[in-house]
């Protein structure tokens, strides 16, 4: 069982940066791959970024490529959404969520655990 606990959001200007970061409970940390989703008001859940279980492999949405880094510390048990240049469209709830195994990149229905999420709020 992994608990998963969002923080870093808020309302931030166009332009601007926030940095999440996503902790997790457990000492198996880094057998799971981890992503970031996003879920803006009335709209689907999206993915967002993933990060392979050591950190060596990375994968993007190509909306937020360029402007969004994905890390991980697994001594810390978190990993980090850098979000840089946002946009209003970028509004969103956004949450972690963790997937065992070796599979990459993960599909969305390979996510076994799931954080409550953090609201993320750009203001134009």
């Known amino acids: 069982q992994v608990q998963l606990v969002e923080s870093g959001g808020g309302l931030v200007q166009a332009g601007g940066s926030l940095r999440l970061s996503c902790a997790a409970s457990g000492r198996t940390f880094s057998s799971y791959a981890m992503g970031w989703f996003r879920q803006a008001p009335g709209k689907e859940r999206e993915f967002v970024t993933a990060?392979?279980?050591?950190?060596?492999?990375?994968y993007y949405a190509d909306s937020v490529k360029g402007r969004f880094t994905i890390s991980r510390d697994n001594a810390k048990n978190t990993v980090y959404l850098q979000m840089n240049s946002l946009k209003p469209e970028d509004t969103a709830v956004y949450y972690c969520a963790a997937m065992y195994g070796s599979s990459w990149p993960p599909r969305t229905y390979e996510y076994d655990y799931w954080g409550q999420g953090t609201q993320v709020t750009v203001s134009s």
């Open positions: 990060i392979s279980r050591r950190g060596g492999n990375t």
